[in-house]
């Protein structure tokens, strides 16, 4: 995605933003593959959650279809939950 190393916590284009109800989300423009990820926290110590929020728990597998414009990342601190699920190509509005 642009970022200069692996799982760098600075590169802007894997920054999740802050919503409304205390979450953090973002669209990710992950090519077709499979992918590992964790989610990285700044505290008074910088760390990273793996599978179900856990700081010691394996990276987080995502695979994205070739027909998919990317990923959705989400991360909620108040439960540790983390989603990456792919996004479709095409998205109707209605």
Do not use: H, K, M
Not at 20 to 44: C, K, M, N, Q, T
Not at 82 to 92: F, W
Request: hydrophobic letters at 40%; glycine letters at 8%; proline letters at 14%.
């Amino acid at each position: 995605l642009g970022c200069p190393a692996d799982f760098d916590p600075s590169c802007p284009t894997t920054e999740l933003r802050p919503a409304e109800d205390g979450s953090f989300a973002a669209f990710l423009p992950i090519p077709a593959g499979d992918w590992a990820l964790r989610v990285a926290v700044e505290s008074d110590q910088p760390y990273s959650l793996g599978e179900n929020g856990d700081p010691d728990g394996p990276d987080i597998r995502l695979s994205v279809p070739n027909d998919a414009a990317g990923a959705y990342v989400s991360f909620d601190p108040a439960t540790g939950r983390i989603v990456a699920a792919p996004s479709p190509a095409d998205i109707s509005l209605v």
